[in-house]
């Protein structure tokens, strides 16, 4: 059964920082490339950053350049977002993704930024 189980959201002061994690399960982790994407109220879901199947590549998106930082480790099945410098606009569900020919998706975490 395909697992991606997404945590370390919440509430955090603007400028503040959080680091999400995706567990993942059921599925060979290091053949998937993963991604983030978050949505909020109102919006559509919008990619923030995705990293190759080694890590070697990673993109973003323009809004958090230079704040997020997306990272994996394939012996622990777990995808990594560092997103520092958090601003009120960042509030939205985290989403995990797994991608090769088919996309699995977790369930979301909820990040709040706000004073």
């Known amino acids: 059964q395909v697992q991606l189980v997404e945590s370390g959201g919440g509430l955090v002061q603007p400028g503040g920082s959080l680091r999400l994690s995706c567990a993942t399960s059921?599925?060979?982790?290091?053949?998937?490339?993963m991604s983030w994407y978050r949505q909020a109220p109102g919006k559509e879901r919008e990619l923030v950053a995705a990293?190759?199947?080694?890590?070697?590549?990673?993109n973003y998106a323009d809004s958090v350049k230079g704040r997020f930082t997306i990272s994996r480790d394939n012996a622990k099945n777990t995808v990594y977002l560092q997103m520092n410098s958090l601003k009120p606009e960042d509030t939205a569900v985290y989403y995990c993704?797994?991608?090769?020919?088919?996309?699995?998706w977790g369930q979301g975490t909820q990040v709040t930024v706000s004073s």
């Open positions: 990293i190759s199947i080694t890590g070697s590549i990673s």
């Open positions: 059921g599925f060979t982790f290091s053949m998937y490339a």
């Open positions: 993704n797994a991608r090769r020919t088919i996309h699995y």
